[in-house]
């Protein structure tokens, strides 16, 4: 077994990969990125976003991969912490915020002025609205494929 | 000796762990920590293994740095600092961005992204919130600081100013 080595990086074979499948015929080596949230969460993220912005009379964003990201954001600290955690904020503590709620998801600047900085509810009148308040399971796996 | 950062690929700390895989689409000019980036280690953190040195070779072109701080001091530009998170759309949104603007402005500025879930501390001295938080650094100092999305132009627009403004 080798591992080779794209020509135009150097992977120092000495750094440990947690989770690299090494074994068998010579294959580039390959790490997984991150933790991906559950298909569950994203399916209930999704559907809520699509009703939430019905209700609110708010639109996706025209770049639908940053609505993607988003929901997939929410997913992940809906799985991890309980509650779908604003994933556009850095925090102190987070099992803490997810228990006080100001910043779950729809957080209160949401509800209270249709302020949405994840840019997934966005008033008509933003630069960056679409027209849209629908999105697939399939335009969410495509748009975060790379990630 | 000032250490030169190559200005087309653009450093970011986004990994505690030597696991972070470049996503494809970002990675013509951006670098994902550490696999092929210039690794900038944090050695106060806890992070590290002090066995195991994380130095890679990107390109053309060594870059090693022992912190944030470090970075901060040995680059002789001011630096554009990104503070973002995996999850965060607009965050997503400003990769591309970055890549162009750190290139258009390649002799003035240099761009770093901060994963602020694999590096707290950072963000938390530097009291971010909202993401993305762009802070401008001026000899060390933050200089300018704002949040949100924004277009290249913009951002280049509000770099430029402030670079006009205080020189």
């Known amino acids: 077994m080798t591992l080779q080595a794209q020509a135009s990086s150097s992977f120092a074979v000495g750094i440990p990969s947690l989770t690299s499948p090494l074994g068998g015929s010579s294959h580039r080596l390959v790490v997984r990125a991150k933790v991906e949230p559950s298909d569950k969460s994203v399916e209930i993220m999704r559907k809520f976003s699509e009703q939430y912005a019905r209700k609110s009379g708010t639109y996706f964003c025209v770049d639908k991969g940053v609505t993607s990201v988003v929901i997939k954001g929410l997913a992940d600290h809906k799985d991890s912490l309980g509650a779908p955690l604003c994933p556009c904020r850095h925090y102190d503590d987070k099992p803490a915020e997810?228990?006080?709620?100001?910043?779950?998801?729809?957080?209160?600047?949401m509800r209270e002025r249709k302020e949405c900085h994840c840019m997934l509810f966005l008033t008509p009148d933003n630069d960056?609205?679409?027209?849209?308040?629908a999105i697939s399971l399939e335009e969410i796996k495509e748009s975060t494929a790379n990630m | 000796m000032a250490v030169s950062v190559s200005t087309s690929t653009i450093p970011s700390l986004n990994s505690g762990c030597s696991?972070?895989?470049?996503?494809?689409s970002s990675s013509s000019s951006s670098l994902q920590f550490p696999l092929r980036v210039p690794q900038?280690?944090?050695?106060?953190?806890?992070?590290?293994?002090?066995?195991?040195?994380?130095?890679?070779?990107?390109?053309?072109t060594k870059q090693t740095f022992s912190s944030f701080d470090d970075l901060l001091a040995n680059t002789d530009k001011p630096v554009l600092v990104d503070f973002y998170a995996t999850w965060c759309g607009p965050c997503q949104f400003m990769a591309p961005v970055l890549n162009e603007v750190s290139a258009r402005l390649k002799d003035k500025i240099q761009v770093v992204k901060i994963d602020t879930e694999k590096y707290p501390s950072i963000a938390d001295k530097y009291r971010i919130e909202a993401l993305p938080t762009f802070i401008i650094f001026k000899d060390r100092e933050?200089?300018?600081?704002?949040?949100?999305?924004?277009?290249?132009?913009?951002l280049i627009q509000r770099i430029e100013n402030t670079l006009k403004v205080k020189q």
């Open chain 1, 128 to 133: 960056f609205a679409g027209k849209e308040q």
């Open chain 1, 98 to 109: 997810a228990g006080q709620g100001f910043w779950n998801c729809p957080c209160v600047p």
């Open chain 2, 19 to 24: 696991n972070r895989f470049a996503a494809p």
């Open chain 2, 40 to 60: 900038i280690r944090i050695g106060t953190t806890g992070l590290w293994s002090p066995s195991r040195p994380r130095v890679l070779l990107v390109k053309a």
């Open chain 2, 142 to 154: 933050p200089y300018d600081r704002f949040e949100g999305a924004l277009t290249a132009d913009q």
